[in-house]
Structures are given as structure tokens and as C-alpha cells.
Nanobody, 120 residues
Framework: QVQLVESGGGLVQPGESLRLSCAAS????????MGWYRQAPGKERELVAR???????IYADSVKGRFTISRDNAKNSVHLQMNSLKPEDTAVYYC??????????????WGKGTLVTVSS
């Protein structure tokens, strides 16, 4: 089995920063793309940022210039540095990873989510 565990969410004021982390564990052969998605109340889940195993990144337009995604392949982890946070960034943030198991079968895995609240 594979598990993704997020950490780093919390309550911050507008303009402040947070760093989210996600670690993958279990029967892992390799990890392809990793990413962060978010879901605000009453809205659909949306892509925030994604990073390939080679380090190529994509970002949602709403977070470009404020958020930075990075990964540590040796630790099977991905991070999201969030700066200049806005109230509209309030959401549950989910980690996602395309993981090949020891059988080489690739599946998309999700964490349980971590809540980020931006409010004064």
C-alpha cells in the first residue's frame, strides 16, 4: 500500500506565508509527477501546482508568483511554499502523486488533505 501524508496547514493572516509538505510511503518503485490541489467550500477541486520527476513545474494562474512547488526525490516528498496568502486561498489542500508500485503499475494517489485558512 501507498500513503500520502500532508502537513503544514493552519490559520494565517492575509499576506503571511505557509509551507505545506507531503511525504509518500509504502510499496514505491518510483514516483512520476507530484502535485497540490485544493478545494474551497462549495467549489470543485482545482490544480494548484504540479512538478514532474525532472523538476518541470506548472501553476494555476491564481498562484503564479506567490507559490513555489518543490520536491525531494530522495525523501519521496513534495512541498508547497505559499507566500502573500489571500483569503481566497482558503481551502483544503490535497497532495497527489502518480506512483509506480514494485509491480511497476502506476496509480494516482491522494492524501487526506490539510486545511489552510487565510483570515484576519
Amino acid at each position: 500500500q501507498v500513503q500520502l501524508v500532508e502537513s503544514g496547514g493552519g490559520l494565517v493572516q492575509p499576506g503571511e506565508s505557509l509551507r505545506l509538505s507531503c511525504a509518500a510511503s509504502g510499496s514505491i518503485f518510483s514516483i512520476n509527477a507530484m502535485g497540490w490541489y485544493r478545494q474551497a467550500p462549495g467549489k470543485e477541486r482545482e490544480l494548484v501546482a504540479r512538478i514532474t520527476s525532472g523538476g518541470m513545474t506548472i501553476y494555476a494562474d491564481s498562484v503564479k508568483g506567490r507559490f513555489t512547488i518543490s520536491r525531494d526525490n530522495a525523501k519521496n516528498s513534495v512541498h508547497l511554499q505559499m507566500n502573500s496568502l489571500k483569503p481566497e486561498d482558503t481551502a483544503v489542500y490535497y497532495c497527489n502523486a502518480d506512483i509506480a508500485s514494485v509491480t511497476r503499475y502506476v496509480m494516482s494517489h491522494w492524501g487526506k488533505g490539510t486545511l489552510v485558512t487565510v483570515s484576519s
